[in-house]
């Protein structure tokens, strides 16, 4: 498989770009001085893409490529992928499901636990000396028992709900339908699953359909005691609403892993103290990593085998 041009966008975790060179023939997108020219050059050996969560196939780039033939997403979002035109054109599509759900929930639960419990702000607190001077902190919120909304009952979001059970939290939860295998109370809008928690965890899938699903509307039902953590997809989240609701104190805190202009986040957040912002890491471990690397790489292998694909999208 030493000739099958691979190419990837930007540079990859170190331990896939390994792995492909190993096998594949590699081509660094980034690495090009003039990438228009570097895609017409390489055009006819590049066989597989790799996308990742922020750096997807538009129409434009999957109709540069007309050799094509399976994009591996080292990501489980597929939202900025081409998915239709993929399936007009016979272009297969996988991604990384499963492997990486455990570490984004963690990571969800340890933002509301950031928020709630001021962790971030505290360590600041300390790291400003101003322990030495002062023990005047204020409290903060207990997360145990305060009843946890989830927004997509998918993977990640099982997994989040799963966790906050052991916090002692009831679970609520919205997603297109109702689930039969679990006992958690289904609400059929966000607003009423909002209005009817004190943590609205955003954990489903960005489709067309569900861009700002969390607006002016669903933050006022979730209101002042109430906090927001998104760990999925920015644009899931009216982000100036989400700014003003935090500033006119209308929400009382946000933990953000993602947002809607990446990596570009608004100045106003990062005056808030009530905000713990990440930066997209949500399924950033050692562990993870590799396992979403072999993940990839056995997706490609199997596309060339002739063998059926392990996590297929289209
Ligand atoms: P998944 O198993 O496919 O779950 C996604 C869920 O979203 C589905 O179960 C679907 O439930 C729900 N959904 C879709 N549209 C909805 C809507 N309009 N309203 C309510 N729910 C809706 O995917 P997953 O593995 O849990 O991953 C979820 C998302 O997390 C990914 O798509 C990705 O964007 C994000 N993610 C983020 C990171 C990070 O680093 N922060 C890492 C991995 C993934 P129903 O069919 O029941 O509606």
């Not at 997403?73 to 998915?83: A, M």
């Not at 991604?95 to 702000?121: F, H, M, Q, W, Y």
């Not at 001077?133 to 909304?149: A, E, H, I, M, P």
């Not at 009382?252 to 608004?266: I, M, S, W």
């Amino acid at each position: 498989m030493e000739s099958i041009g691979v190419l990837t966008p930007i540079p990859m975790y170190s331990g896939l770009e390994e792995e492909l060179e190993k096998r594949f023939k590699l081509l660094k997108l980034w690495t090009a001085p003039n990438k228009g020219e570097f895609i017409r050059d390489h055009a006819d050996s590049i066989r597989v893409y790799i996308g990742t969560s922020g750096i997807g196939a538009d129409a434009d780039f999957i109709n540069a490529l007309p050799n094509l033939e399976i994009i591996a997403s080292f990501s489980v979002g597929t939202d900025l992928i081409d998915l239709e035109l993929c399936k007009e054109r016979g272009i297969r599509v996988t991604n990384t499901p499963d492997v990486l759900t455990d570490d984004v929930a963690d990571i969800a639960i340890g933002l509301i636990l950031s928020v709630l419990r001021r962790i971030s702000d505290c360590d600041r607190y300390v790291r400003d000396g101003k322990w030495k001077l002062s023990r005047d902190y204020n409290l903060t919120t207990k997360f145990s028992g305060k009843t946890v909304g989830v927004l997509g009952l998918g993977r990640i979001g099982r997994a989040i709900a799963n966790r906050a059970e052991g916090f002692g939290c009831p679970i609520i939860y919205h997603s297109r339908s109702e689930k039969q295998d679990v006992k958690y109370k289904y609400y059929p809008s966000v607003v009423e699953l909002a209005a009817n928690c004190h943590i609205l965890v955003v954990a489903c899938a960005l489709t067309k359909e569900n861009h700002n699903i969390v607006n002016r509307e669903v933050i006022d039902a979730l209101g002042p005691r109430g906090v927001l953590i998104n760990v999925a997809r920015g644009a899931h989240v009216d982000e100036p609403e989400l700014v003003s609701a935090l500033v006119e104190g209308r929400l009382a805190g946000a933990g953000l892993d993602v947002y809607q202009n990446e990596p570009n986040v608004p100045e106003e957040l990062c005056k808030l103290e009530n905000v713990v912002l990440l930066f997209h890491v949500g399924s950033s471990t050692f562990e993870t990593r590799v396992d979403m690397t072999d993940l990839v790489i056995r997706n490609i292998e199997a596309h060339f085998s002739k063998k059926p694909l392990l996590t297929p999208v289209v």
